[in-house]
């Protein structure tokens, strides 16, 4: 069993920057994928964000050049750097972790893909 506890959300304006953290607790953390999903109201939960146990990385396109994931293994804590926020990255940003290894990545970007999840922390940009 993970438990997984995200902080870091917070108001902040349009153009500024946020870093979320998940820390990780109950498993050899250095062996999972870790990866960031995101949803606003009325909208389906969306892939943000993974990195591998190795550090392999992989985004949603519309994040790739503003957001950075990493991940301090001896904290047992990944991290997601979010620079230049829009109004449209508003949501409620939850951290998951998944056991198994698949080769063919893309499972990492759906929810089926990950066996344990965070409360999540509300990230609000205003305009």
């Known amino acids: 069993q993970v438990q997984l506890v995200e902080s870091g959300g917070r108001l902040v304006q349009a153009g500024g920057s946020l870093r979320l953290s998940c820390a990780a607790s109950?498993?050899?953390?250095?062996?999972?994928?870790m990866g960031w999903f995101r949803q606003a109201p009325g909208k389906e939960r969306e892939f943000v964000a993974s990195?591998?146990?190795?550090?392999?990385?992989f985004y949603l396109d519309s994040v790739k050049a503003r957001f950075t994931i990493s991940r301090d293994n001896a904290k047992n804590t990944v991290f997601l750097q979010m620079n230049s926020l829009k109004p449209e990255d508003a949501a409620v940003y939850y951290c998951?972790?998944?056991?198994?290894?698949?080769?063919?990545?893309?499972?990492?970007?759906?929810?089926?893909?990950?066996?344990?999840w965070g409360q999540g922390t509300q990230v609000t940009v205003s305009s």
């Open positions: 990195i591998s146990w190795s550090g392999g990385t």
């Open positions: 998951a972790s998944a056991q198994t290894f698949y080769s063919d990545t893309s499972y990492y970007t759906r929810r089926g893909g990950y066996d344990h």
């Open positions: 109950g498993r050899t953390f250095d062996t999972l994928t």
